[in-house]
T-cell receptor, first 114, second 111 residues
Framework: EPEVTQTPSHQVTQMGQEVILRCVPI?????FYWYRQILGQKVEFLVS????????KSEIFDDQFSVERPDGSNFTLKIRSTKLEDSAMYFC????????????FGDGTRLSIL | RKEVEQDPGPFNVPEGATVAFNCTYS??????FFWYRQDCRKEPKLLMS???SGNEDGRFTAQLNRASQYISLLIRDSKLSDSATYLC????????????FGQGTTLQVKP
């Protein structure tokens, strides 16, 4: 069964450094998403992306965050200057369509900011 | 009112028991609903979509009440392997696909 893959599985970074989290969505999917989950808390929406544009972003997704689809397969999340509170599990997801269509999640990148 | 609200549990049940989880949501315009399962520190995995007429997949039955903005999940004949956190998930915007997750309900099935 096709799956969403994410790299790295764990990233440890000093506060203030830039990080790039990478995702390869399922190949025929057109809609891409990033979510995050702080330890012990619920999964939170960050951003949705379609046709090379952000379609919606949350309040969490401030100017420090950006997303990109640099080629036909990768979908990246960049955090420009990391803060301690960015420590979380980051999940990439993709779906073929929007309405009534479930999203398939990658196994996540654990980001630890020191 | 919280966007998506679930009883966090934990629900501790013996093997073979029937257990029901409930969820309420605040966005009356939502059209798509799902139950996901999350094992400890892993990604959410789709358990089932929830349809207006209710739907069943093996031991799992999902119901939707749009008037009350209420979703339920029934698990029959619980197995040890059902132990996990069950996430009620609502698509908040059908234009962007934004999902809102509940806090999750933890189920522990004991031998």
């Amino acid at each position: 069964e096709p799956e969403v893959t994410q790299t790295p599985s764990h990233q440890v970074t000093q506060m203030g450094q830039e990080v790039i989290l990478r995702c390869v969505p399922i190949s025929n999917h057109l809609y891409f998403y990033w979510y995050r989950q702080i330890l012990g808390q619920k999964v939170e929406f960050l951003v949705s992306f379609y046709n090379n544009e952000i379609s919606e972003k949350s309040e969490i997704f401030d100017d420090q965050f950006s997303v990109e689809r640099p080629d036909g397969s990768n979908f990246t999340l960049k955090i420009r200057s990391t803060k301690l509170e960015d420590s979380a599990m980051y999940f990439c997801a993709s779906s073929e369509y929007l309405s009534l269509q479930p999203q398939h999640f990658g196994d996540g990148t654990r980001l630890s900011i020191l | 009112r919280k966007e998506v609200e679930q009883d966090p549990g934990p629900f501790n049940v013996p093997e073979g028991a029937t257990v029901a989880f409930n969820c309420t949501y605040s966005n009356s315009a939502s059209q798509s609903f799902f139950w996901y399962r999350q094992d400890c520190r892993k990604e959410p995995k789709l358990l089932m979509s929830v349809y207006s007429s209710g739907n069943e997949d093996g031991r799992f039955t999902a119901q939707l009440n749009r008037a009350s903005q209420y979703i339920s999940l029934l698990i029959r004949d619980s197995k040890l392997s059902d132990s996990a956190t069950y996430l009620c998930v609502v698509m908040w915007s059908s234009n962007t696909g934004k999902l809102i997750f509940g806090q999750g309900t933890t189920l522990q099935v004991k031998p």
